[in-house]
């Protein structure tokens, strides 16, 4: 069982920045596919951004050359750094971790971005 704790969501303006985090429990984090999705009420989730194990990045594409998706496997962590926020980015932002069948989920944190 993996458990993903997110944090550094809140409030920004448009074009600001914030950085979230996702801390993963276990000792094989490093094996883990690790990815950011979102979702807005009445829409299904979506992908953000995911890194393999091996480090091989994907985004999705209205946040490429915006967002920027890295891996710590020494403190087993994911982030997502966002510049050049948008109103649209506004969503709950989840953390994911894939290994083999499994999937996790972490709770999600709340990113507004309003004036």
């Known amino acids: 069982q993996v458990q993903l704790v997110e944090s550094g969501g809140g409030l920004v303006q448009p074009g600001g920045s914030l950085r979230l985090s996702c801390a993963a429990s276990g000792r094989l984090f490093g094996r883990y596919q690790m990815g950011w999705y979102r979702q807005v009420p009445g829409k299904q989730r979506e992908l953000v951004a995911s890194i393999t194990s091996g480090g091989t990045t994907n985004y999705g594409d209205s946040v490429k050359g915006r967002f920027t998706i890295s891996r710590d496997n020494a403190k087993n962590t994911v982030s997502l750094q966002m510049n050049s926020l948008k109103p649209e980015d506004t969503a709950v932002y989840y953390c994911?971790?894939?290994?083999?069948?499994?999937?996790?989920w972490g709770q999600g944190t709340q990113v507004t971005v309003s004036p």
């Open positions: 994911n971790a894939v290994h083999v069948l499994s999937s996790y």
